[in-house]
């Protein structure tokens, strides 16, 4: 079992916690219990409930489903999924990494990244150590020595204040690695808010001196995900709940392109037509 105590503060008013059996108590805002799992819960009940219900509706249903066991999620996920993820992804960061470091994941999903990350997200998926909201992380101030994140920024509304409790629990000369889509259909898991360039993703995280940034997936995953939802869009003939299922069928058949990636996605100029791009920094 890992311990947290020293890493670990209350999100809503920062003071340190006690551990105890049933999990870790702020003396303003009570106990934060561990579930069944192990996990620690630091959000409310009723967004627990809000959370786990809007994973479970249209779309989100199946792959919530596919996520309970998340090595055939993820092998599903790089066989058909149109982008392309084996390249510049968060292993990358390891290169700078301590091994008696602290690891966090924020928006880790079912899966991990090596057995040193510490998983957050906002739902409770199997294989996530704390169960957190990304702008209000149960963490001290400078707790970090490493932390990523891949594709969460655009699932959320206000992607500032993530990015400015990311760089609050970064220690100072920690890294971190981000990941976010540019070209990319709408895709609501549950929500999807935003898109950026690498310049636009380098203005979310000032106190960043950047060491490399580039594409994280190139422009054959962008045109093939963008076909599977246009073929989507078009073929369910105005049924919006349709749209996204057929989507997903025809990644089936799409999906696999997406290895022509690997010649293209090193092409100059390749980020002006990428789905994702990554930038990798220090804080200063
Ligand atoms: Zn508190």
Redesign the pocket.
Known sequence: MRKYADILC??????GLKEVESGYI????GLFKKDAAGRIIFVEEETLDKNVSSHNSGINWLKSFFKKSPKLYYLLWHIFCPVMMTVNGPRMIFKYRDKHGVLVDIGSGPGRVSEEFINVDIFPFSGVDIVADGKELPFCSNSADIIVSEAVLEHVPNPQKISQEIMRILKPGGYAYVSVPFIQPYHASPYDYNRWTISGLKCLFPDLEIVKSGVRSGPWSALLMFLAYWFGVIFSFGSQKMAPFLAHVFMLVLGPFKYLDYFFMKMPGAEAVATQLYILGRKK
């Open positions: 209350c999100p809503f008013c920062r003071s702020c003396k303003t805002h």
